[in-house]
């Protein structure tokens, strides 16, 4: 069973920094893409940052290239989310997915529960 913990969610001023952490377990395909997705209220939910297992595909939504990096600890089966340079509109539930497919889209296989990012103004 696929399991994907997602942790450092919180509250933080325009300018600021966070890192998102997603703890994957149990994950079977040889090749996958795992990633960060970004939901407000009343929208749908869309890919902020997704990267494969083998390091050939990366993606960055457009709003968050430049502020945003992904990273990949494989001995921890973690990977990471560095947000700096926050900004109000990148508040939201961020949710960690999984895909045996190269993208990076709302209908990814498995996914976390989310952690709440509040940035205030």
């Known amino acids: 069973e ?3 913990v ?5 509250v933080v001023q325009a300018g600021g920094s966070l890192r998102l952490s997603c703890a994957a ?3 079977t ?6 990633g960060w997705f970004r939901q407000v209220p009343g929208k749908e939910r869309e890919g902020v940052s997704c990267i494969s297992s083998s390091d050939d595909y990366l993606y960055y939504k457009e709003a968050v290239k430049g502020r945003f990096t992904i990273s990949k600890d494989n001995a921890k089966n ?25 993208v990076c889209v709302s209908t990814m296989d498995y996914w976390g ?5 509040t940035v205030s103004s």
Request: aromatic share 10%; hydrophobic share 30%; glycine share 12%.
């Open 29 to 34: 395909y040889e090749n996958y893409v795992i």
């Open 6 to 10: 997602e942790s450092g969610g919180g």
């Open 25 to 27: 377990s149990g994950i």
């Open 2 to 4: 696929v399991q994907l």
């Open 113 to 117: 529960t989310g952690t709440l990012v």
């Open 78 to 102: 973690t990977i990471y989310l560095q947000m700096n340079s926050l900004k109000p509109e990148d508040t939201g539930v961020y949710y960690c997915a999984v895909d045996k497919l190269p």
